[in-house]
């Protein structure tokens, strides 16, 4: 019941106001116009309850999940969503939690958007589902493995049925490292760039939108392990246990082709195909091709060929078709027994693949598929490692995730100039793409650069560029770019005029479509010495302390941190004057060129309390000020909570200035820093 109802006293008769959207005698039915959300907070009653009939629940959690290095550390927006929990001695692979919308829905299109984290190197599998009165039960949409350390959105077009109903499945992988967390569901009627999906899985049982052709000279095969011939071939499915593969070894001759065919023609528009794909062997192997055509391949959509390492390589292609064309996927042998090509996990959706999140991550930790390989047409390589990096005063103490990172050693021999590059495997689809990853740059002044370009052969788009010492800290970057396809995209660290210039990189994550909607959040709670995206300025008079309980001075500060134990505050006594400043600046973290939200709480008693103030802009012209308090504030001895909404700047930079008053009593303190993309208005 979504209202509130009531009876008069010594009658069985009630009657009931219902909530904005909401009909019915016993306010059970949402209008057709109601906009229908959940966001799992205190006190909200949801659509979505968690099935009893399931190994595995949802489960209601703020702050991090209980496990490490698996689920997120913060709900998307406010303090709670949804996970399940993937350790304990009972829980198994395969183990489900679905929860189902528990009322009415109107029979209308509803565009469908949530948010949803997938961090785990055990991760397993979120499945959306529709099913109504006379409409089997079918899957919408679905996303399998890691997606790194990030809240992604989803978004899909449900069909107006009757009775409909929406049903959310986690699926557990194969260990505990594989907690999955939702947040922010939206239901709003109508459709968007359409997305029904269409998959192949390749697994017993399962159906699939692929046949095998009658016009090629032999067939894909199903196999569940690794491929029969040495040195080729994969070692195992890239997502359940089955997948297909050519087997090329004898009678197979040069130059024979096999084909698969969507079994029934497509829709004319739009539409948006992904899948997994195992190129090793030799370097003469043959070709991986997809196509559209009526009765053969025609139009050819995506190409590859030759020895792509020991890996599987995601692919993603956004094409148009008219009314009654197919879809062609086939392989063929060239000059080698050892060209074993293999595919996995397609999925295909009406609309362009525009916003999409089909990742590819490089987190370097052993085992661990990256898309990234190393360059030949280069100086020296790029080495990985765990924990401290040999040379004392550069290079980090520890990976930014995980044990594992990589960095360029410039100790003799190397010498100045000298270049060490990685390079994407495969080719990149045209269109835009997202890219955030984590780099380290400690040492001398004149230590080098750290570069990332897009190129067919060799870089040649630049898209980003740093330089220099920028202290002994992780610092995050994100690019948005378009490329063109056949692009390839090359990351390069270069040795300047010092031994003292080890560059690193860590947990690279790149998608397609743009940035926009990937959630970043910086968080900054004080709580340990771990870096903050706001560092001390080097252009202000003292800095910022951290502490915990009350500050030095009598009637001044608070009495204890906002949240947690720690804080940070300006000590106005002795030395300091009037006017003097305290100043926090993200000026050495490259932010997205978009716009942010920054919050954060700040408790300024005293009586001689001065300004605490907050400037934004672009690295490059003077910052304006977005945000001031000055003097005792009311209710002096409670926290206060900010919410500010930044503008959009090229090459972005945020300030945040605790200024003195007249007298010792004007302590100013903050806690619980957030900044978050996308501005404050787009995450309510």
Request: hydrophobic share 30%; net charge negative.
């Amino acid at each position: 019941m979504y209202g509130k109802c009531s009876s008069p006293e010594g009658t069985s008769d009630y009657t009931c106001t219902c909530n904005q959207g909401v009909s019915g005698k016993d306010c059970d039915m949402f209008t057709s116009s109601a906009v229908v959300k959940c966001t799992f907070e205190y006190g909200e009653r949801c659509i979505f309850e968690t099935e009893a009939n399931h190994e595995l629940n949802w489960d209601y959690q703020s702050l991090g999940t209980r496990s490490s290095n698996t689920g997120p550390d913060n709900a998307h927006t406010g303090f709670q969503y949804v996970y399940i929990e993937a350790s304990g001695k009972s829980r198994q692979a395969g183990d489900k939690a679905v929860m189902s919308t528990n009322i009415q829905l109107s029979n209308v299109d509803y565009y469908m958007t949530f948010w949803y984290h997938m961090k785990g190197s055990k991760m397993g599998t979120l499945n959306i589902y529709t099913e109504g009165t006379t409409t089997a039960k079918s899957i919408i949409w679905t996303r399998s493995g890691s997606q790194g350390n990030d809240w992604v959105k989803g978004k899909v077009n449900i069909t107006a049925m009757h009775g409909l109903k929406i049903s959310i499945e986690s699926i557990r992988g194969s260990g505990w490292s594989s907690d999955i967390a939702i947040d922010d569901i939206s239901l709003t009627p109508g459709t968007r760039g359409g997305s029904q999906l269409k998959t192949c899985s390749f697994e017993a049982g399962a159906s699939c939108f692929l046949v095998e052709a009658t016009n090629d000279d032999f067939d894909w095969t199903p196999i569940s392990g690794e491929s029969p011939s040495s040195g080729t071939g994969p070692k195992a499915a890239y997502e359940g246990s089955t997948y297909k593969y050519i087997e090329v070894s004898s009678p197979v001759t040069s130059n024979s082709v096999a084909r698969l065919m969507s079994s029934s023609s497509l829709n004319g528009g739009d539409h948006c195909l992904t899948f997994a794909y195992h190129m090793f062997g030799s370097d003469d192997m043959g070709e991986l091709k997809i196509s559209t055509g009526v009765t053969a391949p025609d139009n050819e959509l995506f190409k590859e060929s030759g020895n792509h390492d020991d890996q599987w390589n995601k692919g993603m292609v956004t094409f148009t078709t008219s009314p009654g064309m197919k879809l062609f996927v086939e392989a063929n042998k060239r000059n080698t027994w050892k060209g074993d090509i293999a595919i996995d996990d397609f999925q295909l959706k009406s609309g362009s693949c525009d916003g999409g999140s089909q990742l590819e991550t490089c987190s370097f930790e052993v085992g661990a598929s990256c898309f990234l390989v190393e360059a030949t047409n280069d100086d020296f390589d790029w080495t990985p490692l765990s924990g401290e990096s040999p040379s004392s005063g550069t290079g980090p103490k520890a990976a930014y995730e995980g044990s594992m990172y990589k960095y360029i050693e410039v100790s003799s021999p190397v010498i100045s100039d000298s270049v060490a590059r990685l390079m994407s495997s495969s080719s990149l689809n045209g269109g835009d793409h997202c890219l955030t990853f984590a780099y380290h740059m400690f040492g001398a002044n004149d230590m080098g650069e750290l570069k990332i370009s897009t190129g067919v052969t060799a870089p040649d788009n630049e898209l980003f560029i740093e330089s220099g010492n920028h202290d002994d800290q992780w610092n995050k970057g994100m690019v948005t770019f378009t490329t063109s396809p056949g692009m390839k995209l090359f990351v390069e660290a270069n040795k300047g005029n010092t031994w003292q210039g080890d560059i690193a990189i860590d947990d690279i994550q790149l998608k397609s479509g743009s940035c926009d909607d990937l959630a970043v959040t910086f968080r900054c709670d004080f709580e340990t010495d771990a870096p903050c995206i706001f560092k001390e300025s080097s252009q202000d008079e003292f800095d910022w302390t951290r502490h915990s309980l009350t500050t030095p001075s009598t009637d001044t500060g608070p009495e204890k941190a906002a949240t947690g134990i720690y804080y940070i505050y300006t000590e106005a006594s002795y030395p300091r004057t009037f006017g003097d400043k305290a100043v926090l600046t993200t000026e050495a973290t490259t932010l997205q060129d978009t716009s942010w939200c920054l919050c954060f709480n700040y408790h300024m008693k005293g009586s001689d309390i001065g300004i605490l103030e907050v400037f934004a802009g672009d690295k490059t012209s003077s910052l304006t000020s977005i945000w001031q308090k000055t003097g005792e504030q009311s209710d002096p001895a409670l926290w206060k909570s900010a919410t500010i909404d930044v503008q959009q700047y090229s090459n972005p930079v945020i300030t945040i200035e605790g200024i003195r008053g007249s007298s010792y009593d004007g302590d100013i303190a903050i806690d619980d820093i957030s900044l978050s993309s996308g501005g404050c208005n787009t995450r309510k």
